[in-house]
């Protein structure tokens, strides 16, 4: 219970600092057109970096848990119509 708290104020708190800081991030972007490329921005793109992490991990395991659930449907259907196919050729 303690872990799905703090994991879901830390996702909160990611959502929330994650829209201000890419605001900022592109703001940083506009301001200093050439400077991006030689690292004037880095810093805000590091503070994102721990978001975006978390971010992919939650969907990796969405994703894992969908693909699961549709590799048991294909399964079940494969048997199925092996059954089928067996009582149709007896």
Same mark, same amino acid.
């Given at each position: %219970?303690?872990? *799905? *708290?703090?994991? %879901?104020? @830390?996702?909160?708190?990611? =959502?929330? %600092? ?7 991030? &592109? ?10 490329? +030689? ?8 503070? #994102?970096?721990?978001? +975006? @992490?978390?971010? $992919?991990? #939650?969907?990796? $395991?969405?994703?894992?848990? &969908? =693909?699961? @659930? #549709?590799?048991?449907? *294909?399964?079940?259907?494969? @048997? ?8 149709? &050729?007896?």
């Amino acid at each position: %219970m303690v872990t *799905l *708290l703090s994991s %879901m104020s @830390k996702r909160s708190w990611c =959502s929330f %600092m994650a829209i201000n800081i890419i605001e900022e991030f &592109q703001k940083c972007h506009i301001d200093h057109p050439i400077g991006k490329f +030689f690292g004037e921005c880095t810093d805000l793109k590091i503070k #994102l970096d721990p978001c +975006f @992490k978390e971010e $992919k991990a #939650l969907k990796r $395991k969405a994703n894992f848990e &969908q =693909s699961k @659930k #549709l590799k048991e449907r *294909l399964q079940a259907f494969r @048997k199925e119509t092996a059954e089928e196919n067996n009582l149709v &050729q007896s």
